[in-house]
Nanobody, 126 residues
Framework: QVQLVESGGGLVQAGGSLRLSCAASGSTLSTYTMGWFRQAPGKERQFVAAINWSGERTNYADSVKGRFTISRDNAKNMVYLQMNAVKPEDTAVYYC???????????????????WGQGTQVTVSS
């Protein structure tokens, strides 16, 4: 069973950058589709980005397209979310998730992901 642990969250000023990391243990990530989701206070968890098993295909929410980049290093069992030009509305708890499903583009549906990390807080100040 894969376990996921996020890190890299924190406080950043609007317009700045942050890199989130997701470390996996217990199983190799190389056969999983990986995704990042976020949840702001009082709101539902929403899709941010996803990447297929090889890293060749990605999918982004419109709200982050052109600013965020998802990547993975299967040799290190790691997934990353590079966040650039952040905005106050990016403030949320960010979750890493793993899915056994292989869709093209990689799925943005929460129900397709069955392994979740505990989340890391990202706060963007204006």
């Amino acid at each position: 069973q894969v376990q996921l642990v996020e890190s890299g969250g924190g406080l950043v000023q609007a317009g700045g950058s942050l890199r989130l990391s997701c470390a996996a243990s217990g199983s190799t990530l190389s056969t999983y589709t990986m995704g990042w989701f976020r949840q702001a206070p009082g709101k539902e968890r929403q899709f941010v980005a996803a990447i297929n098993w090889s890293g060749e295909r990605t999918n982004y929410a419109d709200s982050v397209k052109g600013r965020f980049t998802i990547s993975r290093d299967n040799a290190k069992n790691m997934v990353y979310l590079q966040m650039n030009a952040v905005k106050p509305e990016d403030t949320a708890v960010y979750y890493c998730a793993a899915s056994r499903y292989w869709f093209s583009p990689p799925s943005e549906s929460l129900s397709n992901y069955n392994k979740w990390g505990q989340g890391t807080q990202v706060t963007v100040s204006s």
